[in-house]
């Protein structure tokens, strides 16, 4: 699935530069710019390593041509309801991956609005869902660039792309080493053979569920023996 | 549960200001300042309805003290893994509400660090985790604010606290209106009973499946009661 990200009319250079590296962060493959009022060369000082990216950011005149090509379109607003207003009933953004996963589609436009007024009504007309972040009801309203990250990262997490910088968990006979050697402690430290037994139980679980890295596990399993080794002595 | 968020060496006035408004945003009770080297005059001005919210934030001189009553420190990086370095093993963010569900966390500490260098060793020493978010693998590292967003949207999510900016939505009985008018309108329309029960069927479900908000649904009603009376004319 290809994202679009359409911002319309944004005021702040800061918030563009920021959006343009927060959509690289998420893999967005497409900014569009309706009728930006921020300077555009000031915001390539803000988006770090995106400053490609923002230059090569689509310029358009209205949000129709922005939408051009889009086969599913939200718009974005912290005002999602307003009693009466057919054009205020949005969906909470928690409910947004499930349906563009589910309706299979090939290109997302997700559009945002001003800092100062947000979409006018026309805007949101033209778009087929509206998503609102459900945030403090006392505050909803996040800066631009804030609610750009939040609804990009409900995007991203949907495209499932793995992860480089988390640790590969440690294979199943690490783990299966580190409970036997657990075992072997526990026969020289208990006598009871149905303590012996819950004793077992528990340590084998918790190794199990603690998600250890590779490293991490090679860790634990020196430790444990060299700790087998000093109570053999 | 307390949610509190510990900034290291702040160093951009408008990321400050931007972070408190995300606190407030997503109900974040406590902010601390470990060593800002902001200005924190300067950062009032960006924190719209959070101005207040950030001059009462708790200023510290070390990572400890703002450690202090916490019972789940989480320190955060874009570098969640270098291999055989014990430090930089990390969760990704997914995992981070389970866990804090499940052990019931009362106070959680949330650390985020310089947006030049992050934090030192030292200081992802001092807590219990390491949090990653696990963006584009090309381009991982968010710009503090946004990382800070992210971050406490699915902190927020956990709360599960009913949203107000999306409309509540149409009472069953409402459903089985529109139901029960699509029903008699496809009696009219089609004779052979058997196509008649596949179409309700349908019918019947799309209705039940559209997530309807209240106003929606008695405008649907209200077409479809139309159509009804100009069919039987």
């Known amino acids: 699935m ?32 309706v009728n930006p009022k921020a300077d555009l060369n000031e915001a390539l000082n803000y988006s770090a390593k995106a400053r490609e990216y923002l230059s090569r950011a689509v310029v358009v005149g209205d949000l129709k041509s922005a939408l051009e090509g889009v086969d599913l379109s939200v718009s974005t607003s912290d005002e999602g309801f307003s009693r009466g207003d057919v054009l205020r009933q949005a969906i909470t953004l928690e409910r947004l991956p499930e349906l563009v996963k589910s309706r299979r589609v090939n290109r ?51 495209k499932g792309v793995a992860p480089t910088n988390v640790p590969p968990l440690a294979p199943r006979e690490r783990l299966d080493k580190i409970v036997s050697v657990l075992s072997e402690l526990t026969d020289l430290a208990v006598t009871p053979e149905d303590k012996r037994r819950r004793i077992k139980t528990v340590l084998r679980r918790v190794v199990y569920r603690s998600g250890m890295s590779e490293l991490e596990a090679r860790i634990v399993l020196y430790m444990l023996m060299r700790l087998k080794r000093r109570v053999w002595r």
Chains 1, 2 share one sequence.
């Open 2 to 33: 290809i994202t679009r990200v359409i911002l319309v009319g944004v005021e702040g250079a800061y918030n563009l530069g920021v959006v343009a590296r927060t959509c690289v962060n998420f893999g967005v493959e497409e900014l569009y710019l």
């Open 108 to 158: 997302l436009g997700i559009v945002f609005g001003r800092e100062s007024s947000g979409l006018t009504r026309e805007e949101i007309a033209q778009t087929d869902l509206l998503v609102t972040i459900p945030a403090n009801p006392e505050y909803p309203a996040l800066n631009l660039a804030q609610a750009v990250a939040v609804v990009l990262w409900e995007v991203w997490k949907m």
